[in-house]
């Protein structure tokens, strides 16, 4: 897995042959940063159930201001900072959390009001969606005026078209996986 554009470009990324891993295709990848465009320039990015990291590091390269890392599992946030490093992205542009998405929800986010220019979720195919979904829906966690939020899922399994305060603008489809789009109404 390498990353495709910007400062990083071509940097391979370390990733795990763990069959609960699912990274973002190299295809979807290229869809996402071409349609979200200059929205990255300077953003504050959430990548919420992060896997290797290649989304919020292609954020990075792409030059995101800062991105902010979540993984439930330990070996997933040691491949992160290993990916991390290869790149060169200093400590001030990332931050790396080891949490489980809902529980990350539930603290800095909905304690402290901590919001991000972008989105994106991308858990296991099998997850409940919705309680993650609902935390957003709710005007947690984006920035209230262009804010967007992205979540992977299986093309099979459809999200709804209004999620509380967000209603999906887009789908990008790409084999059996898609991206739904999000933005308050």
């Known amino acids: 897995m390498r990353i ?7 940097r391979r990324l370390q ?8 990274p973002t295709a190299r295809r979807l990848r290229e869809a996402l940063f ?5 929205r990255i320039i ?4 959430l990548d919420l159930c992060a896997g290797s990291g290649a989304v919020g590091i292609e954020a990075l390269s792409r030059g995101a201001a800062r991105v902010t ?3 439930r599992s330990e070996k997933m946030c040691k491949t992160i900072e290993l990916n991390l490093e290869q790149c060169g992205a200093g400590a001030d542009q990332s931050e790396l959390v080891l949490s489980d998405a809902m529980d990350f929800l539930r603290g800095p986010v909905l ?5 991000w220019d972008l989105a994106f979720l991308d858990p296991p195919y099998s997850t409940d969606y919705s309680p993650v979904l609902a935390v957003f829906g709710s005007g947690a966690a984006l920035k209230p005026r262009g804010g967007v939020l992205v979540v992977e899922h ?3 399994t459809p999200l709804e078209a209004t999620i ?3 209603r999906r603008w887009r789908v990008i489809k790409q084999g059996e996986s898609c991206l739904s789009f999000y933005e308050g109404k």
């Open 4 to 10: 495709l554009v910007g400062k990083y470009k071509n």
């Open 34 to 38: 071409d349609f979200l465009g200059p």
């Open 154 to 156: 299986r093309f099979e």
């Open 42 to 45: 300077n953003a504050r990015f």
């Open 164 to 166: 509380g305060v967000l």
């Open 69 to 71: 890392f979540v993984d």
């Open 111 to 115: 304690l402290d009001g901590l919001v």
């Open 15 to 22: 990733s795990t042959l763990s069959p609960r891993v699912r």
